[in-house]
T-cell receptor, first 113, second 113 residues
Framework: QKEVEQDPGPLSVPEGAIVSLNCTYSNSAFQYFMWYRQYSRKGPELLMY??SSGNKEDGRFTAQVDKSSKYISLFIRDSQPSDSATYLC?????????????WGAGTKLIIKP | NAGVTQTPKFRVLKTGQSMTLLCAQD?????MYWYRQDPGMGLRLIHYSVGEGTTAKGEVPDGYNVSRLKKQNFLLGLESAAPSQTSVYFC????????????FGPGTRLTVT
């Protein structure tokens, strides 16, 4: 079993819809949670970063961490065609001295105009 | 600042040929990583470096070698390419604390025939 599970999709929704992307993980030591966005034929870029539990909002994006359920989510409100990309979750614990991240497989998101 | 750059962007190799992928970063980051990305498998860590002159194995190191002779450069070598090494290769770097954000290069698309 992988340490981080993420549905690869694709997830196709109409423009303006609320999108929910999710990852589950098995290592209770994870403390840092990130969402990266990767456009086609580009490198991933950091979208949201959360430490420990709770919510974090940035414009149309909200990252949510539920450590009791080992479940993280990324919500996108008023989705736009420009949000079409692959979204990767990444996480790590405190004890990783090499700052290595553990990655989900990525969910391909398609926003239909 | 250019951030993280990778050369070449594309390459086609025949089985058994060798090549070196170059990664350069201008952010004075200590930590550098080489990943491969295959459909449905997310990012898999090949090798990483925690500083100039250091290297270590990641999740899928077989068939690859690396060197970090200068802080800003991280080289990935394939001594005898195999079709299983057909992939997109990404280099990333981070300064570590307080942010663990990894900055990615644009990727190298490698095909081994």
């Amino acid at each position: 079993q992988k340490e981080v599970e993420q549905d690869p999709g694709p997830l196709s929704v109409p423009e303006g819809a609320i999108v929910s992307l999710n990852c589950t993980y098995s290592n209770s030591a994870f403390q840092y949670f990130m969402w990266y966005r990767q456009y086609s034929r580009k490198g991933p870029e950091l979208l949201m970063y959360t430490y420990s539990s709770g919510n974090k909002e940035d414009g149309r994006f909200t990252a949510q961490v539920d450590k009791s359920s080992k479940y993280i989510s990324l919500f996108i409100r008023d989705s736009q065609p420009s949000d079409s990309a692959t979204y990767l979750c990444a996480m790590r614990g405190v004890v990783y001295s090499n700052y290595q991240l553990i990655w989900g497989a990525g969910t391909k998101l398609i926003i239909k105009p | 600042n250019a951030g993280v750059t990778q050369t070449p962007k594309f390459r086609v190799l025949k089985t058994g040929q060798s090549m070196t992928l170059l990664c350069a970063q201008d952010m004075n980051h200590e930590y550098m990583y080489w990943y491969r990305q295959d459909p449905g498998m997310g990012l898999r860590l090949i090798h990483y470096s925690v500083g100039e002159g250091t290297t270590a194995k990641g999740e899928v190191p077989d068939g690859y070698n690396v060197s970090r002779l200068k802080k800003q450069n991280f080289l990935l070598g394939l001594e005898s390419a195999a079709p299983s090494q057909t992939s997109v290769y990404f280099c990333a770097s981070t300064r570590g604390t307080p942010s663990y954000e990894q900055y990615f290069g644009p990727g190298t698309r490698l095909t081994v025939t």
